[in-house]
Nanobody, 112 residues
Framework: EVRLVESGGGLVQPGESLTLSCAAS????????MIWVRQAPGKGLEWLLF????????TYLDSVKGRFTASRDNEKNTLYLRLADVRPEDTAMYYC?????RGPGTQVTVSS
């Protein structure tokens, strides 16, 4: 059974940084393409970054380019998302996704 569990969210102030984690199980993580997505209240799902099995990434969303960085540790079956210089508009539930399956998400709230 594919299982994804995100963690690391919280309340942060504008300009701060934090790192989200996604623990994966139930599939061969080291061979899997992964995606980070988010959903803000009342808005649709936004695709953020794509991460290939070797850790190469592509940023989909212009507003996070240069601020969000994705990485992975295949030995730990864990995907990461580093959020830097966060803004209030980054407030959302963040999910990792594989083949359309997402975890429960982790909430990031950016507020002063």
């Amino acid at each position: 059974e594919v299982r994804l569990v995100e963690s690391g969210g919280g309340l942060v102030q504008p300009g701060e940084s934090l790192t989200l984690s996604c623990a994966a199980s139930g599939f061969i993580f080291s061979a899997a393409n992964m995606i980070w997505v988010r959903q803000a209240p009342g808005k649709g799902l936004e695709w953020l970054l794509f991460v290939d099995p070797r850790g190469g990434s592509t940023t989909y969303l212009d507003s996070v380019k240069g601020r969000f960085t994705a990485s992975r540790d295949n030995e730990k079956n864990t995907l990461y998302l580093r959020l830097a210089d966060v803004r209030p508009e980054d407030t959302a539930m963040y999910y990792c996704q594989r083949n359309g399956i997402r975890g429960p998400g982790t909430q990031v709230t950016v507020s002063s």
